[in-house]
Structures are given as C-alpha cells and as structure tokens.
C-alpha cells in the first residue's frame, strides 16, 4: 500500500513528446531547463518521484516541484520565473537615447565618443557607459571606414 499524496496524472500527447524530447536531447540549453525537461519525460513515463529522483541525482521535493508546476503551467512553467531583486537604475529609455547618440552622432571636436566624454554629455557615471557599450558590444574607436582627422596640424 503506498502512503503519501497520490500523484497527480501526467499524460503527454505525442506532439507535446516530441518538443519535450527536442528540448532534453539539446546541448544549447540552460542545464536546469533541460533536467526539468527530463523530469516530465520520466514522470510521463510512469516512474515515481523518488525513482526520478535517485535516477537524476535530484531532491523528491525538487521532482514533485517541477512535476506540480508542469501540470498547472504547461511547458512555460519550465522555464525559471523572474526572480526579486533591485529594480534597474536606468531606464530602458535613458539607455535607448545613450545607444542612439553612440551610433548617430560625433562629439564636438571628434571623431567618435569615448566613454568619459558621452558619460559627462548625458550625465551618466563612464562605468555605466562601458557597461551599457559592453552589453551592446559597442566599440565606438573601432570603425569599418576611414576617417579623416579633424586636428588643424593633420596634414603638416
């Protein structure tokens, strides 16, 4: 006689098999995602929690997690929810205007931005504009053309 809260039912039609299938067998994926996959594929197969768990060298508390979410939330409860944290300092918009005068614009006397020089134009700290410029893979002083010098003794 088994004990506990009895499981519940997880079926899986044969398209949604295949997608789970797709998903476990992938080597690009997040880690995480892809043992939950694997989860729902043994679990669909009849195996017991504590099988799943000793078989994935997992927690029963984790299995009956991943198992209880998949059945509410369908495949979209796989995936890991947003997590608290501190909201972000720059707007979106603050970081679209900074990115659009990186690319769109010169700084006077110039020929491209440099970190300091657009972080006193648009009064952000130069490490919030190495960050944002690092997160775009902006590099302004690498460009694919020439460009002639604005320095009055370039020619001499």
């Given at each position: ?45 009849g195996l017991s929690n504590k099988d799943i768990a000793v078989r994935l060298q997992l927690n029963k508390m984790t299995v ?93």
């Amino acid at each position: 006689m088994k004990l506990g809260r009895p499981l519940l039912p997880l079926q899986l039609d044969g398209e949604q098999r295949q997608q789970l299938e797709a998903l476990a067998s992938s080597r690009s994926l997040p880690h995480g995602l892809v043992t939950r996959v694997r989860i729902i594929l043994l679990s669909a197969d009849g195996l017991s929690n504590k099988d799943i768990a000793v078989r994935l060298q997992l927690n029963k508390m984790t299995v009956g997690l991943w198992r209880r979410r998949f059945v509410k939330q369908g495949l979209t409860g796989l995936h890991e929810e947003l997590r608290p944290g501190r909201p972000r300092s720059i707007p979106d918009e603050k970081v679209a205007t900074l990115i659009r005068r990186t690319l769109r614009s010169k700084p006077k006397d110039g020929t491209h931005w440099s970190c300091r020089s657009l972080a006193a134009e648009t009064r952000l700290s130069k490490s919030t504009v190495h960050r944002i410029w690092r997160a775009f893979a902006l590099q302004p002083h690498r460009t694919r053309h020439f460009q002639l010098s604005n320095d009055p003794l370039f020619v001499e």
